[in-house]
């Protein structure tokens, strides 16, 4: 387990949706000894400052993840990394393949080697469902950033740092959500959907929060966490599940019965 009154933690990509609400539990239910917001937009750190995120433990970076030498400066005695900052807009990435690569995959670069220099001890690079099978740009160079962070922990070496990620689905409401798309074409009368087959998987910010930060309490190194769902019984129990790739793992759920409680393992390589 992770004593959180004790660590120095960075989130980069601080000013958005996740990073936020990541501060705001933090500051309500774990109180870590320092707190940093790393993020490139001047403008929405001095709102966030201003809306009521000033606590004493609480600091402001400007800078980018593209900017290396940045990082470090940044990293200089930090001990736990959430590593949120990415384009996320498919269409963006698509248009602007160059930025995207830049940002989502030399950045991820960037944050590890920085994180080995500075000796920072867990690192956890958010993802998303849409890194497997990826069919657009921004799932690739999500996937390619996966590979590069558990590769990462074979760069650390003897260090004691560790790299993870964590896989998860639409946040509702988030900035760039359909939620609020949807809201304004309800008051218009006529809501848009790109094919009436598609499929998604949704949470919400809090649940987004909670669960990177069991991944940060669970995480050795190498894994990839997911969110895992399908349609089960109303009173199945869930348990957080991560897989180290090339090596086999098991995702499975339980159910209270009659006859005792019932187990579904399900392995997969």
Known sequence: ???????????????GSFGKKFVEIM??????????????????????????FDHPSMRYFIGDVRD????????????VVVHAAALKQV???????????????????????????QGVRRILALSTDKAVNPINLYGATKLCAEKVFVQANAYAGARNTRFSCARYGNV????????????EQRRRGKITITDSR?????????????????????MHGGEIFGTWRRRLPPD?????????????????????TSRGTRSRPRTCT
């Open 68 to 79: 290396v030498e940045r990082l470090k400066r940044a990293l200089a005695g930090v001990t």
């Open 198 to 218: 598609m499929t998604r998987f949704w949470l919400t910010l809090e649940q987004g929060v909670k669960f990177v930060i069991r991944c940060l309490e669970q």
């Open 236 to 256: 199945a129990r869930w348990r957080l599940s991560g897989f180290v790739p090339e090596r086999s793992c098991t995702r499975c759920w339980s159910r209270k």
């Open 27 to 52: 500051l309500r239910d774990y109180q870590p000894q320092r707190l940093v917001v790393f993020s490139r937009d001047e403008l929405k750190q001095h709102e966030m400052r201003t809306s009521g």
């Open 91 to 117: 269409p963006a990435c698509e248009y602007n393949p160059f930025e995207a690569i830049q940002t989502n995959i030399m950045g991820a670069r960037n944050v590890i080697d920085a994180a080995i220099d």
């Open 172 to 183: 509702v409401g988030s900035h760039g959500s359909v939620i609020p798309i949807f809201l």
């Open 1 to 15: 387990m992770v004593n959180w009154s004790q660590e120095s933690i960075l989130v980069t990509g601080g000013t």
